[in-house]
């Protein structure tokens, strides 16, 4: 990211701040100097960063910027009394549906979870923090971790997808654009809450394939039982450590596709104007960019 512009403004008049890049911050040996002098000035802050990954060669990573950013940005925000903190978590911070505690089935959900617990502290002892959870946010954009249903459609297209774990577990799709635009709304309204939710509609997993097999006339994926899911999630845990390559599938990951993960928006959409594009619309505009 870039560290050496000033604050640009919003459409609403608010003066955000784009916080150097973690590593690249560290790597001058000046972290904390730089984020503060890229929030000086701003009107708010919105600390979006995570480590969305299945696995990484150094589990300390996770804690270091899913939870240490985030700590950080608070004490910046904090010291020079930045009116209004927006935070992204994600759903899986929050436990599954019929639950009542969230999981920590890997260390990206684990972390994601404590940062929750310090943002709704950091609110609970007065600090302007909202958060925002997002539900599986779809869209156009690159087939990376972070896009989840991006790499199943990209992987399913290409031939490349052995099957789906879950297939009859819901999730809640949040169209990435209507994701982005509440947060430009959180940024300058006034609200009662300091945690909203931003699903989508809610809907077994093997839906998307549907549509994308109306869409497409692609085949719908095979479902790959927990216990076979399971056990790939071993071997490829187990090939990652010799190989330092990232696995495919683990064992953590099975776990999260064991529930069901619906969300209910409504508040967001009385209080942010949150829209939710029905899933098909938005499956469309995503492989019609692909």
Sequence with gaps: MEDDRKPPKANGGVATATVPDKDAAQASGDAPA????????????????????????????????NVGGLEATLEVAKSLGTPRIIYTSSFLALPPAGHTAPLSANDYQRTKAMALAVARGAAAAGLPVTTLVPGVIYGAGAATEGNLIGRLVTDHRAGRLPGIVGADRCWSYAHV????????????????????????????????????????????????????????????????????????????AVKIF????????????????????????????????R
């Design 34 to 65: 730089q984020a503060r002098g890229a929030a000086e000035g701003a009107d708010a802050i919105i600390h979006s960063a995570a480590l969305v990954s299945l696995w990484q060669p150094n589990p300390a990573a996770f804690q270091e910027i």
């Design 258 to 289: 064991r529930y069901d993960w619906t969300l209910d928006s409504l508040r967001s959409v009385d209080e942010l104007s949150y829209r939710i594009v029905p899933l098909e619309t938005g499956l469309r505009s995503m492989v019609s960019a």
């Design 177 to 252: 654009e209507d994701v982005a635009d509440a947060h430009v709304t959180a940024l300058s309204r006034t609200l009662t809450r300091r945690e909203y939710t931003l699903g989508g509609v809610n809907a077994p997993q093997m839906r998307v394939f549907e549509i994308l097999r109306d869409l497409t006339g692609a085949g719908l994926p095979r479902r790959i039982p927990f216990a076979a899911a399971s056990m790939i999630g071993w071997i490829e845990e187990q090939r990652a450590r010799v190989t330092g390559r990232p696995p495919l599938i683990t064992r953590g």
